[in-house]
């Protein structure tokens, strides 16, 4: 017995198919590096804009603490005009020099002397190129402590005391 081999039967494919078939596949692949690639370059310039946001956050946050250390520093050292003189403008018209250092000095005759200021919460906001900052501080005394809440805004491209409060929401620029 002799074993007998039939040919394979092999499935033909009209030209006119399999040239469809491979374009349409081909769009596929285009269609989809398409969208990867427009997906992709989304990305990236979400990316972006959030790590520049994010370095400006940090700038205006840094910016407004620095100017907040410079002006609690200089209370600490009693430097009352040096600490007056880095105010806003605003403030300065709000309260007259003899009335910011009748302030302190209560201040330091009812508790002591300052002996630091320690800052606890922040918020910074630019709006419209101006950028304001609410800080949360903690005035450490020889006898005691007393929370305020410091505004700062940025005038000239620096960061300035514009007012602050006492826990009681008095303000300390108002009379």
Do not use: C
């Not at 469809?20 to 269609?31: N, P, V």
């Not at 407004?64 to 605003?90: C, E, G, H, R, V």
């Amino acid at each position: 017995m002799q074993l007998q081999f039939l040919p394979k039967k092999t499935e033909t494919h009209s030209p006119i198919t399999s040239s469809a078939a491979r374009q349409g596949r081909l769009r596929w692949i285009k269609r989809k590096a398409l969208y990867i690639g427009l997906a992709g370059t989304a990305f990236l310039v979400v990316l972006g804009w959030l790590v520049s946001k994010a370095t400006m956050f940090k700038s205006d946050v840094e910016q407004a603490m620095t100017a907040l250390n410079i002006y609690t520093d200089t209370l600490i050292q009693m430097d009352y005009s040096s600490a007056y003189q880095i105010t806003s403008p605003k403030f300065r018209s709000a309260i007259s020099y003899p009335d910011f250092v009748a302030y302190q000095s209560k201040l330091t005759t009812s508790l002591g002397m300052l002996k630091s200021a320690k800052q606890s919460n922040w918020d910074v906001d630019s709006i419209n190129s101006a950028t304001l900052a609410t800080i949360d501080v903690n005035l450490q005394f020889e006898n005691g402590n007393i929370p305020l809440q410091f505004i700062l805004h940025k005038e000239e491209g620096i960061g300035r005391v514009f007012s602050y409060k006492e826990p009681n929401g008095i303000d300390v620029t108002k009379n």
